[in-house]
Structures are given as C-alpha cells and as structure tokens.
C-alpha cells in the first residue's frame, strides 16, 4: 500500500500479542475503575504509529496496541505513548487527536520511563499503571524493568526478544560474539549471569580449531531463567509462565511475560494465556 509506507507488516504471532493485549487492557480497566480512590494509566513505551499491516494480506490493516488501548472501554485515566521514530510518533498524533490526556514522546523509553514516566504513577499517590514493553530486538534496558518491578504500582507485559538474542548473542562460539551484543545482552538481562544460564553444560573442543564450542541451553530454560529474575531480583510477585510466540514453522520468536503484583492480574493473564497455549 503505497501510503503506509513507513508501516510495519506483522505476522500472526504479533496479531496473538495484540488480541491478549487487548483482553487484558479492557479487564484491567474494568477493575481499576470501580476503584473510585485509584486513578489508572497505559503507558506504551515502543508504541509504533497505532496500526500495522498484515504480513499475508498487505491489503489489512491491523490496530497497533496504542490504538487498542485508546479504544478499551472503560477509559484509562491518562495515557502515555513513546517511540523513538518521529514519523511513527507524527502518525500517533494524528490517531491520538480527539482523545484526552494522552501524551505522545518522541524519543528513548529507556531515559523517559525511568526518568520522566514513572515518577507520575507512584504507589503513594493512587497512581496505577499498565505498562507495555514491546521491543523487537535487544533494546531495552534492566533498569525499567526493575523499576517497574519496585514501584509496586505498574504491572507488565513483556516482549522478550528471544530470537534476536539467539541470532546474535548465544552462539556456540561465544568468543565470536560482537561486544555490541554483549552489551546490548547485560543491558537487557542487568548484567552477565545470562551467561550461566545459556552455557551451563561443560565445553567441547572443537578438534580442527582447538577453539570451545559451547552447548548452548534451549529457549524455555532461558525464559524459566528470566522468569525467575522478575520475581527475585525486579520485586513482581506474580510471574506467569510467558506465553511462547512463534511462526509458522514453529519457531519461538519471542515469549509474552506479565508481570505483577496482584494474583487476580495473574490469574486473569493465565487464564487468557491457555487460550492461546498450543494454538501456535
Ligand atoms: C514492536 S514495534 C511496537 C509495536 C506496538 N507496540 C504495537 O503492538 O502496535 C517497536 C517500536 O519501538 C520503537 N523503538 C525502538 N527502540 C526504541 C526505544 N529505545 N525507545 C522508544 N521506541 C523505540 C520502534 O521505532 C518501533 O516503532
């Protein structure tokens, strides 16, 4: 479609991510608004324009989670979106206009949610938040998910890019792993004990080369990890098992994880989950 451009083409792992998204948000706002002392915000920190486009029919269009979210009834309290393209933020301004207190940034959520967001959803103050972390690649960092986990008052869901990490970052060669994607793994993960996880089974030696070759640990034992680390180290009390999201030849490309401290959110989550378990 030569208007969009600028659009990106989803598959129906991503068309999954959004219908959960989706039934969450509405069932998230029908509680938090019979709480009359509680106001409640959705903070969308990869926002993308609002909309997509369907990998198989380029012809359809597909709402993008700000969309979805401006569109739950009942209403949330405030909104924020951000995305580091200003074309996409243009295009959100534009889907945005006749709804109320929504607030589109333009620029990086890693510095604008822990810096400038955050601090308006405080606990101590009847803030209460929805936050969607939806990166595709290696691009945000531990800090927002840990503070997110101690805020007490945010609850999230994840996007964990576990095909990116397997392209780029656990290789069988770990000594041929660029630093720019270690980094970007440490920043992800908070620090290197990924390392611990991903290669726990004693090295080989390759017999040509003499250089190690590692074995290197399966998708769901780096989630289960990973898992583990939002309960112990972020602070969220009720971690749900993710949700794989895969292609069509089965190949997991990234998992769902929600995050919270409430077991009804929990709950709720599971039960929309096993939905979609083995659906893929
Ligand atoms: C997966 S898309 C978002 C899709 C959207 N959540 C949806 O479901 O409709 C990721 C978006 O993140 C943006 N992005 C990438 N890195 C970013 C960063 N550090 N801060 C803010 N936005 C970023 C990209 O421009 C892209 O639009």
Redesign the pocket.
């Known amino acids: 479609m030569a208007e969009f451009e600028n659009i990106?083409e989803i598959g129906s792992w991503?068309e999954i991510?959004?219908e959960i998204?989706q039934k969450y948000a509405h069932a998230y706002s029908v509680i938090l608004s019979k709480k009359n002392n509680l106001s409640h915000t959705y903070i969308?920190?990869?926002?993308?324009?609002?909309?997509?486009l369907s990998k198989t029919d380029k012809d359809r269009v597909i709402q993008?989670?700000?969309?979805i979210a401006l569109g739950t009834e009942p209403r949330f309290d405030d909104y924020y979106f951000?995305?580091?393209?200003s074309d996409?933020t243009d295009m959100l301004k534009l889907l945005a206009q006749n709804h109320d207190r929504v607030h589109i940034s333009n620029?990086?959520?890693?510095n604008?949610l822990v810096n400038r967001i955050f601090p308006e959803v405080q606990y101590r103050d009847y803030r209460r938040a929805l936050c969607?972390l939806?990166?595709?690649?290696l691009?945000?960092n531990w800090e927002v998910i840990f503070q997110a986990g101690q805020m007490k008052s945010v609850e999230i869901f994840l996007?964990f890019p576990t095909m990116d990490m397997n392209r780029n970052v656990f290789w069988r060669h770990p000594e041929k792993v660029s630093q720019n994607n270690i980094n970007r793994m440490n920043a992800f993960w908070g620090d290197e004990s990924w390392r611990d996880i991903v290669y726990s089974e004693p090295q080989q030696i390759h017999l040509f080369d003499n250089t190690a070759i590692e074995k290197v640990a399966d998708n769901d034992s780096v989630a289960r990890a990973f898992q583990a680390r939002l309960k112990e180290k972020a602070g969220f009390q009720y971690v749900p098992s993710p949700l794989p999201l895969k292609n069509s030849t089965d190949a997991t490309l990234y998992y769902l994880f929600f995050a919270s401290q409430q077991p009804v959110a929990a709950n709720i989550v599971e039960d929309i989950f096993s939905q979609y378990r083995g659906a893929m």
């Open positions: 990106d991503s991510k959004l998204i969308d920190a990869f926002s993308g324009p609002g909309f997509h993008g989670s700000p969309w951000i995305d580091m393209d996409k620029g990086d959520c890693n604008l969607l939806d990166p595709y690649r691009n945000l996007n």
